[in-house]
């Protein structure tokens, strides 16, 4: 199991440059410089210049929230890795929920920019879940090994990469999976993960993400196989998003 516990937060479409860099200051006043590592922000494209300057000599990362597998070419709207890469992003998001479900993304776009952050030296953090639907029909354990299967096509276990476990019925809800079904999907990821990769996916760090907050998140970081989380609204702030870290059970 990975060692290390990471808390990344995902902003969506919210903030602005001001806003950002505004967040990034009350954080780094904060964060002990041995806590620093542990986080990571993905800002909207569009400000991820200005969280990129304000992270200058800081160890906590930024990441993207989405990007093109192609480095350049014909893709109006889409984002380059490699400029990406330029900027200093450490990790990029690929496959969350919002992509697949609202911008209709086909799952086979995934390997593709799973493969080419790691060519880039971007680690990818490619997200995985079931919709209520899948849950219901008892058909959890199919659509996630199915995501990661697809996803992880071509992948290079030997170099960083994250997965992040985020039932689509718990994310903006308010509705947090429980424990018991984080730990049973979890555990199930684990194991898919050794069978796809071998050993080396034991290093891989698994994520749970879907309505966290400080008040939610100690029961669920206890869980052997959760080794961070993504968090949506609750990293808009930088108190609360610090709160979700030093909340961890057992430190
Ligand atoms: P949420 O979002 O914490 O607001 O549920 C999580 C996510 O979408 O990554």
């Known amino acids: 199991m990975a060692s290390s516990f990471y808390v990344f937060g995902n902003w969506k479409m919210n903030k602005n440059a001001i806003q950002a860099r505004d967040f990034v200051r009350q954080l780094r006043a904060e964060v002990k410089p041995e806590e620093e590592a ?19 000599s800081s160890k906590i990362s930024w990441g993207g929230q989405n990007i093109h ?6 893709f109006t709207g ?3 890795p490699a400029v990406l890469k330029e900027m200093g992003a450490k990790y990029c998001l690929v496959g969350h929920s919002e992509r697949r479900q609202i911008f209709f993304e086909p799952e086979e776009f995934m390997a593709k920019k799973v493969v080419k952050l790691q060519e880039l030296g971007i680690t990818p953090v ?5 919709t209520l639907d899948s849950r219901k029909w008892g058909r959890t354990h199919e659509v ?22 985020e039932p689509v019925w718990a994310i903006g809800t308010g509705e947090v999976a429980t424990p018991e079904q984080v730990s049973e999907v979890h555990d199930r990821i684990r194991e898919s993960l050794l069978e796809l990769g071998g ?8 994520l749970y993400g879907g309505s966290v907050k400080s008040s939610n998140s100690p029961g669920l970081a ?15 702030d930088p108190a609360e998003f610090l709160a979700i870290y030093r909340n961890r059970t057992g430190n």
């Not at 050993?199 to 698994?206: E, G, L, M």
């Open 222 to 236: 206890a869980l052997r196989e959760v080794n961070g989380f993504l968090v949506g609204g609750a990293s808009l």
């Open 144 to 165: 996630i090994l199915r995501q990661l299967k697809s996803g992880l096509d071509g992948v290079d276990f030997s170099k960083p990469l994250f997965i992040a476990y």
């Open 38 to 56: 542990a986080f990571c922000i993905f800002p909207s494209a569009l400000t991820a210049f200005a969280v990129s300057e304000a992270l200058i």
């Open 78 to 80: 889409e984002n380059s």
């Open 199 to 206: 050993a080396r996916s034991s290093q891989v760090p698994i």
């Open 126 to 130: 490619l997200c995985v879940g079931e």
């Open 69 to 74: 597998s192609e480095e350049a070419g014909a």
